[in-house]
């Protein structure tokens, strides 16, 4: 296995680098003076105008759609270190590339799965970034980390799918951007328990889709919001099916494995922001005649820190190497683990910072809190660790 990054992977991640010191990293006290104005009101989940003016200036620079193989040329190892870049500010730079999460999951899937006129009326305006999409399949009455479980049906009533059910941790969809929603559901509660699922695209505006709230995480509203859903006999043509009917669980495995790398990724970089953070905070403050730097618990904390993202990264990059060389289906167990290990690291990092920063790692003057909320969220969304380490150990235990 080789790491060293190609001349592509170094290019972007130079660029991707200027970019966020140049532009990015600027444009967050903008980000976030707009939407502290418009917290508590309707205009909450509306889009800070910095964000379009991003989206232009990364494309300019060819910061875009680089997720993608087949459509930026990059490998998932060339991509690692532009992904992680990009974690350092994870709310705005993600998006700006046209990076995002759910989107870069759902374009994916609609790459694989979208017929060419699906293709043309989803997958094209999400590319160019002009719309935004949403992924349900999570339920509030079942638990979701066993995705056998979902009960939202779909129906077939002549040319129609016929959809009725409840979501919610719906990322996206508080976003008017949002357009679509590639919902998981039902087709036959009598087939096989892996062939019973199937997707369906159901416009976001489609009669009987209502939204009923937007969830918070540890009390942060995310702009795009995490909403909760529920389908009234909502009805869409059966040109709408993505795939064939059946292949629901098979299509959210194939979405599922690309999606937990990318996130890996920017977890990375979240967790080097939070040492960074650490470390000049380490230097700067004095308590009890030196630097906090000075004491040894303090070097200790830093030192662990460093460690544990360098055995993140590594095993990260070596499934990007494998995603890239032996497929996606060959990586499922590498997947499995930086998912389960990538989200706690950062959470320790970023608690380590916080703690070092003293009362001003809860404030908003820095973004510890923020980070922190999200890499504990990432413990649960895209599946909850205990699934992962189970998949780790059915491997580990079929080797003997
Ligand atoms: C911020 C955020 C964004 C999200 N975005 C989306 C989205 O866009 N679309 C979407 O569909 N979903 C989304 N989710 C939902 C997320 O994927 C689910 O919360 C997750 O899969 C767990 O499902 P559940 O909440 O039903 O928990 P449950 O399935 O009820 O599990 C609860 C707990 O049980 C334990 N557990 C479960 N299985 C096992 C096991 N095999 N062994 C041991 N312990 C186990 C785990 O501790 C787990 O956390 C999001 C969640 C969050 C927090």
Redesign the pocket.
């Known amino acids: 296995m080789d790491f060293e990054p190609s001349a592509a992977a170094a290019d972007y991640t130079n660029r991707m680098r200027e970019f966020l010191e140049e532009k990015v990293l600027p444009a967050e006290p903008a980000y976030e003076a707009w939407r502290a104005e418009r917290r508590g009101t309707p205009q909450e989940w509306d889009l800070p105008p910095v964000v379009e003016e991003l989206k232009a200036q990364a494309r300019s620079r060819g910061l875009w759609n680089l997720f993608l193989p087949s459509v930026s040329g990059l490998s998932n190892l060339d991509y690692a270190p532009v992904a992680e870049v990009s974690g350092w500010s994870p709310v705005i730079a993600p998006e700006a590339i046209n990076c995002q ?2 989107d870069t999951g759902n374009m994916e899937t609609l790459h694989l799965f979208a017929t060419p006129r699906q293709k043309a009326q989803w997958l094209e305006p999400l590319l160019v970034g002009e719309i935004r999409s ?6 509030p009455d ?5 995705a056998t ?1 979902v009960r939202t049906t779909i129906r077939r009533e002549g040319d129609e799918y016929v959809i009725s059910g409840k ?6 969809a508080a976003d008017a951007r949002c357009k679509i929603v590639i919902v ?1 559901g039902k087709t036959d509660p009598d087939a096989p328990t892996h062939r019973q699922q199937s997707m369906v695209l159901v416009p976001r505006d489609t009669p009987g889709l209502e939204i009923k709230r937007h ?1 918070p ?1 540890f009390g942060y509203q ?1 702009q795009h919001g ?1 909403s909760e859903l529920e389908f009234h006999d909502v009805r869409v043509p059966v040109e709408n099916l993505l795939g064939e009917e059946g292949s629901g669980f098979a299509i959210a495995q194939a979405r599922l494995g690309p999606g937990r790398i990318h996130h890996c990724m920017r977890l990375i970089g979240m967790a080097e922001r939070a040492i960074d953070l650490m470390v000049r905070r380490a230097r700067e403050r004095v308590a009890f005649g030196r630097p906090l730097a000075g004491q040894g618990v303090v070097r200790e904390q830093i030192a662990q820190s460093r460690i544990e993202i360098e055995q993140a990264r590594l095993l990260v990059l070596k499934t990007a190497w494998l995603i890239d060389n032996a497929g996606a289906r060959r990586a499922a167990t590498e997947i499995a683990a930086i998912k389960a290990v990538c989200p706690r690291m950062a959470c320790d990092v970023i608690d380590r910072a916080i703690q070092i920063h003293g009362g001003a790692g809860m404030s908003d003057d820095v973004p510890l809190a923020y980070f922190y909320v ?1 890499a504990r ?2 413990r ?8 992962h ?2 998949t780790v150990a059915r491997q580990e235990l079929g080797r003997h």
């Open positions: 999460a759910p949403a992924f349900a399949m999570t339920e079942v638990a979701s980390s066993d479980n979501k919610w941790w719906i990322s996206g998981m969830l995480t995310d995490h999200w969220a990432l649960l969304a895209d599946g909850p660790d205990e699934v380490l189970r």
